[in-house]
């Protein structure tokens, strides 16, 4: 019996472990298929999601493989660019996207926002591309093109972009009223300036203490209100590209001397010292070019490079005197120091303080339009905020950069970098303007980061100049 109930409960047990894998497994088995089709169903939802997304939004949203194909079309992209999805997929991106200039010329391949994120493997952002569309009418579009890699190669390219013709017409509109309304009120402002400049005379004019206090006052407020009108109209120019420009070869060491002996007088009125150095040819990495061993003015003869450059020199004048009045401005004591340097291809000119300095966080936002520091050290300090808008503005105009380093409470350098011609192109340019004075002259670039200078100084670049 008890081997009977040990073999029946044997059977037993095992008829049960079986029972129990066989339900587990059937159970198991059920649950698989519960979970794929579970999955099944999830993944349809997200594709059905994304699906909506991409036939619901307005923006283009294009996918190319890596041979350039089109693969995905979006109803948005459609809808920009007039070519139907069924007919872009399928071709390469250089056929749909029709990138060109302002001037409706095609651009190279290399320089549309698809050919930038291809070379260069990272994203790219272009907020003024401008595209032909299938009926060729051109669109001002905003791009996104995001490269994706796998093991370091480019194999597809995801793009992003949309139509911002309105925005642009709007931003236009906008800024054709502000030049209008700038340019009508400098004209009464000017008379006003001008009246009271003539009741302040005594010359011409009798007035009591008190109404001299007053008006004093009055005059201070509409100069300030005339710069404001001016400086309205010449970021509303420079935003859309109507500002005065003739560029002309000019050498900077000259140009920069002239202006320093021009400008020095604001800052003497607050007692501050003014020194200008031209650097020698030695470039350190990245940005600021040294000139740590600069080749003072102040000596009998000096030997100095020729730093040409291909500017306006009404503009420049108009950069590199809002800088040194700002430097003026925001600086109780101590000194304003003007320097001139470059390598092989950048001409850098710097304008450094002993002033307050700009707190860190501020120094991301100090080129757009209207910002200002908002301090108790600056709030009793004048101005519009429009001055290094209009700074950086001109200095783009020559493909050149604008930035600035600064410790608060210890000051500020403003850096410049223009592209910089040698001195047969220099002389060659110069011909050819004066046999074609008209000749508009196209500027080079130096928007990027300078590369080191080659270790040989090119003989063209260095000359010798005797300063009294
Ligand atoms: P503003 O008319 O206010 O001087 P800017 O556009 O020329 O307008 O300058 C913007 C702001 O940058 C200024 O309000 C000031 O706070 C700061 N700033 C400019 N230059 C200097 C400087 N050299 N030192 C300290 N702060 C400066």
Not at 244 to 263: A, I, R
Request: glycine share 8%; hydrophobic share 35%; proline share 4%.
């Amino acid at each position: 019996m008890q081997n009977i109930y040990v073999i029946g409960g044997g059977l037993l047990g095992t008829v049960l472990i079986g029972g129990g894998v066989w339900v587990a497994f059937r159970r198991g088995k059920r649950k698989n298929s519960a979970s794929t089709t579970k999955l099944a169903s999830s993944l349809r939802d997200e594709k059905a999601k994304g699906d909506i997304i991409l036939s619901t939004i307005e923006d283009g949203v294009v996918f190319a493989d890596e041979q350039g194909t089109i693969r995905l079309f979006n109803p948005g992209a459609a809808k920009i660019t007039g070519w139907a999805t069924e007919d872009a997929q399928g071709l390469s991106w250089k056929s749909v996207f029709a990138f060109i200039n302002k001037k409706g010329e095609p651009l190279p391949e290399d320089v549309t926002p698809f050919g930038r994120a291809l070379i260069s493997g990272q994203t790219v952002r272009d907020n003024d591309a401008i595209i032909n569309s299938k009926s060729n009418t051109a669109i001002d579009t905003s791009f996104t093109v995001s490269p994706t890699i796998h093991e370091g190669k480019v194999t597809g390219l995801v793009c992003i972009f949309r139509d911002v013709s309105e925005e642009r017409k709007e931003e236009n509109q906008r800024a054709e009223f502000i030049s209008t309304a700038s340019h009508e009120m400098r004209t009464p402002v000017a008379a006003i300036e001008g009246y009271l400049s003539l009741a302040l005379n005594e010359k011409v004019a009798t007035i009591d203490g008190r109404a001299k206090d007053y008006l004093e006052k009055a005059h201070a407020s509409t100069k300030h209100l005339g710069a404001l009108f001016q400086d309205l109209l010449t970021s509303a120019k420079a935003e859309d590209g109507r500002l005065m420009n003739h560029p002309e070869v000019v050498e900077m060491g000259d140009f920069m001397e002239q202006l320093t002996s021009d400008l020095h007088f604001s800052a003497e009125k607050k007692n501050l010292g003014v020194d200008f150095m031209i650097g020698n040819n030695n470039v350190s990495s990245n940005n600021v070019i040294d000139a740590s061993t600069p080749v003072s003015l102040a000596g009998t003869k000096v030997v100095r490079p020729l730093y040409y450059t291909l500017i306006d020199p009404e503009r420049m004048r108009e950069v590199i005197t809002n800088l040194f009045d700002n430097a003026c401005k925001y600086t109780d004591q101590g000194k304003v120091s003007l320097g001139l340097t470059g390598n092989d291809s950048v001409v850098q000119i710097y304008i450094r303080d002993t002033g307050h300095g700009i707190p860190p966080e501020d120094i991301p936002h100090l080129f757009q339009k209207f910002y200002r520091v908002d301090n108790s050290a600056t709030r009793t300090i004048g101005g519009t905020g429009l001055g290094l808008f209009i700074c950086r503005k001109i200095v783009e105009l020559y493909k050149g950069r604008i930035w600035v380093e600064s410790v608060l409470g210890q000051g500020s350098t403003f850096y410049i970098n223009l592209p910089r011609i040698d001195a047969q192109e220099a002389a060659k340019l110069l011909a050819q303007k004066g046999s074609n004075p008209d000749q508009s002259i196209a500027a080079p670039d130096a928007s990027t980061t300078p590369q080191a200078a080659s270790t040989e100084t090119a003989a063209s670049n260095v000359s010798t100049t005797t300063t009294p």
